[in-house]
């Protein structure tokens, strides 16, 4: 049974290095880094000075009830719910391509958003 916990725990670290992937080479960066660059600096650069952080189940519930208050509809709870995560582990800043998407439901409390 153990093995079947860790493998859990290996699905939710693949998601997190998946959508900071995606969103290294979905264009948003210009000039746009190759698919392998971006890999490499995965594996040696971003990996080892990251934290992934687990959001348990309690937060993620009470995160879907602020919703509505917080004016997160339909897809912009995957990027709530990173901004939850770090505020669950307070963090004071937080580190997004996409300020945008965050500024707009950020409240007092929250870490700070801030474009790298």
């Known amino acids: ?4 916990g860790h493998l859990r725990a290996v699905r939710r670290l693949d ?4 959508e900071t992937f995606n969103t290294l080479t979905s264009g948003k960066i210009k000039p ?8 490499k600096a ?5 990996r080892p000075r990251a934290t992934l952080l687990h959001l348990p189940e309690d937060p993620l519930l009470q995160a879907f009830d602020e919703s509505e208050s917080r004016g997160v509809r339909g897809g912009a709870i ?4 990173h901004l939850v995560a770090a505020r669950h582990h ?3 800043r937080f580190y997004t391509l996409n300020t ?3 500024e707009s439901f950020w409240r007092e409390g929250d870490p700070v958003i801030v474009h790298p």
């Open 32 to 39: 746009r880094p190759s698919a392998a660059d971006v890999a």
């Open 15 to 18: 998601k997190r290095l998946v």
């Open 1 to 4: 049974m153990p093995r079947l």
């Open 90 to 92: 307070q963090a004071e």
């Open 78 to 81: 995957f990027d709530y719910l």
């Open 42 to 46: 995965l594996r040696g650069s971003i």
């Open 100 to 102: 945008r998407h965050f």
